[in-house]
């Protein structure tokens, strides 16, 4: 079972990795792609905090892109 999550996690981290692909402005993909690394590193060396990687991948997961932050603008 932990390896199931692991696995989800780890596509987790991967989606948000090719999101911050496709993102026009370089600090918000670099910031994305900081998430993705820290997921890895909690996957790696966390043995186990979900309490921990999970809320921060579902926050990183609902992050609006780029793109529609500039339209919201006046």
Do not use: H, K, Y
Not at 30 to 57: H, K, M, W, Y
């Amino acid at each position: 079972m932990v390896w199931l999550i692991d696995l989800v996690l780890l596509l987790a981290g991967l989606v948000i990795w090719t999101r911050a692909s496709n993102e026009g402005d370089e600090a918000w993909s670099l910031f994305l792609r900081s998430i993705a690394c820290l997921d890895l590193a909690f996957i790696t060396f966390g043995n186990g905090q979900l309490l921990i990687e999970i809320p921060v991948l579902v926050l990183a997961l609902a992050l609006p892109s780029a793109a529609s932050l500039e339209r919201r603008r006046p």
